[in-house]
């Protein structure tokens, strides 16, 4: 058989098993849900055959009527292989991080009612949701270049929680306090980048308070599915690609078009060093590439390859 055609059989074998472990996931989660709804039916009819009976008070119902059956969710922060393992931004520099350090100010994970998509403007009161889950409530710093370049996404918190899909996430990225190794920024990215025999080593902090209002997890797998025998997860992902450019996009695309590349904080550097916090990176910058640095930045928040709206709501 040509070679090629080995290749297709592959892919197809890829696919068929990317399909199968789809169909699981979807039927664990149908039983998952259809498993709760008849729990809750179930304690209902027990609770109100009690009340009518007069055996419990109202009191004593909703503490039953609360008792659900518990898993534990996991929140993580993804910074991807953009972080881990470096890459080459538009403008071709070869960009590696030491450390990327994000301050975490909150993150709510809620199980909707219905599948929730945040349109333009949206808030997290527009999640009409069954279960609220208060991740994050004080500021938590995660450096999403730690570990080695397979090293798994950061866990940022964990949680008990009750039994459900959980495919919603509001989370903040927040200033960092004066007592923080990063006070004053929320984000501050330390590493090295090379391009023509040139090595420049950056520090860059950046201070833009930013909060984010995120649907259901896109990638390989579905996340977000808690029972009692399996863990769930929910991930915010960081693609600082947004801010750099990919030298393997396309130079129309989006992508590029938008990011602001490594070039111009280039142009900053002084012996071989560019380390500059936000005020500075203010004043330094001409004032179309500090207005599209803080653009890239607001477009950083995803839940893998899903969208975030960025919103006022805290």
Known sequence: MPSGGIVKCDRFSLLLN???????QNLLLGETLNMKKMRII???IAVSSLLATGIISSES?????????TGNLTLVANGEDFVRQGFVSKDGWQIDFEHLYVNVGSAIAYSSESAFEPQKNATKEDIN??????LVSE???ADLAAGTADAPPITVAASEV??????ALAWSVDTAGADSPIAGQTIVMIGRAAKDGQTIDFNLGLNHPTAYVCGEFVGD???????AESAGTTEMTFHFDHIFGDADTPPEDALNLHALGFEPLAELASNNTVQLDDQELEAQLSAPDYQQLTETIADLGHVGEGHCVVTNSQ
Request: glycine letters at 8%; aromatic letters at 10%; zero cysteines.
């Open 139 to 141: 500021p938590q710093i």
């Open 129 to 134: 949701y069954q279960n609220r889950i208060e």
């Open 42 to 44: 179930a304690y209902g």
């Open 61 to 69: 119902a909703k503490t039953i009527a609360a008792s659900t059956e």
């Open 162 to 167: 009750p039994i459900d899909f959980y495919n």
């Open 18 to 24: 990317r399909g199968r472990k789809i169909t699981h």
């Open 221 to 227: 797998e579905r996340q977000g599915i808690v029972t």
